[in-house]
């Protein structure tokens, strides 16, 4: 299977707020199901949702990939700063101001770095931890 199909698939899943979307990955051909109510239907196996032939692909928040990973980033690079993160965090449209917050202290590229890597190192792992093993390596 190739990593960057798996990769695909979780940021189908993690677009959408948790519960909305689903994808699943075959474990024995690698072939990714996406399902959504928002996407017409794709011809599903008739087995995915009973087979353990198949393994759900993980919303971010399942791999601690959301707000855990903000709070990671800023504790490890301006924890001076964390009380500011958290705040913003705390009322809706979060991830807009915290953006900015980034882009005004020139860490925005760094956030950005910090959250593919720890995507791709969390991706693999949940790989490796069902059963799915990778065609390609690939690089952080």
Same mark, same amino acid.
């Given at each position: 299977? !190739?990593?960057? %199909?798996? *990769?695909?698939?979780?940021?189908?899943?993690? =677009?959408?707020?948790?519960?909305?979307?689903?994808?699943?990955?075959? /474990? !024995?051909?690698?072939?990714? &199901?996406?399902?959504?109510?928002?996407?017409? *239907?794709?011809?599903?196996? *008739? %087995? @995915?949702?009973?087979? %353990?032939?198949? =393994?759900?692909?993980?919303?971010?928040?399942? +791999?601690?990939?959301? /707000?855990? @990973?903000?709070?990671? &980033?800023?504790?490890?690079?301006?924890? %001076?700063?964390? $009380?500011?993160?958290?705040?913003?965090?705390?009322?809706? $449209?979060?991830?807009?101001?915290? !953006?900015?917050?980034?882009? /005004? !202290?020139?860490? +925005?590229?760094? #956030?950005?770095?910090?959250?593919?890597? *720890?995507?791709?190192? =969390? @991706?693999?792992? #949940?790989?490796?931890?069902?059963?799915?093993? @990778?065609?390609?390596?690939?690089?952080?």
């Amino acid at each position: 299977m !190739k990593f960057s %199909d798996v *990769e695909e698939a979780f940021h189908f899943v993690s =677009a959408h707020g948790q519960f909305e979307a689903s994808a699943y990955v075959s /474990r !024995k051909t690698g072939e990714t &199901f996406c399902v959504s109510d928002n996407l017409e *239907e794709e011809e599903l196996p *008739e %087995d @995915l949702f009973e087979s %353990d032939d198949y =393994a759900e692909i993980p919303h971010k928040n399942d +791999l601690d990939l959301g /707000r855990v @990973l903000v709070y990671r &980033f800023i504790d490890g690079t301006v924890p %001076d700063h964390s $009380g500011e993160v958290r705040e913003i965090f705390s009322r809706r $449209g979060a991830y807009g101001r915290y !953006k900015s917050f980034l882009d /005004r !202290k020139g860490l +925005l590229d760094g #956030w950005h770095r910090f959250e593919e890597q *720890e995507t791709q190192r =969390a @991706l693999r792992e #949940w790989c490796g931890d069902v059963g799915i093993s @990778l065609d390609d390596e690939g690089s952080f």
